[in-house]
């Protein structure tokens, strides 16, 4: 294991264990915000097509942005997760239209559109552990979303990547290798963040997120293993 995969590692651990310590409320309020701003980006709010994820236990909640997307007319992809860790996708229908899949994921009931579907995108939202100053994101590992932004990549498609996490998510360093890609816009209870492309898009860079206030150390307890 190198260096940097090794720092990766125990960072994850850390924040893995923070994102435990939160409360079912903290995850909660977190969640509400996190919705309020999002829904509210020039990047998302524009969309005709976002692939977004559902949260699952403590990780910064989707859920509410999910729904608000598609009342909105928004068409959502959800991921799909396959048995060599890449993913398929589909189209969101509503909570209800919801399964359960293994490693405690939630998953579209709908037909499979395949793994290019993402290309569609305007917008993608991905799941992260954190994010530091220059976009670079910190997944758990399991390569599903290198995988994503690789096929981006190579197919020349450009959505805008966005990120929501909890306040202390947004760290000095990531510890990056040459596969990383950095994300666009970073969504905090109290804060939005853009790094790179996001701040050329809008000519901003970081901006409060309605006064909210902090949601201190994040709270983990999503089982997903694929960001």
Known sequence: MNTEMSRKTLLRRELLAARRLLTEEDV?????????????????????TVAAYVSVGSEPGTRTLLDALRARGVRVLLPVLLPDNDLDWGVYEGADRLVRAGRGLLEPGGERLGRDAVLAADAVLLPGLAVDAHGMRLGRGGGSYDRVLARLAAAGAHPALVVLLYDDEVVARVPAEPHDHPVDVVVTPAAIRRTGRGADRTGSGAGPAAGHPVIGRPAAGGTDPTV
Not at 35 to 45: F, I, K, Q, W, Y
Request: hydrophobic share 45%.
């Open 28 to 48: 909660k309020s977190a969640a509400a915000v996190l919705s309020r701003t999002a829904s509210g980006l020039p990047e998302l709010s524009g969309a005709r």
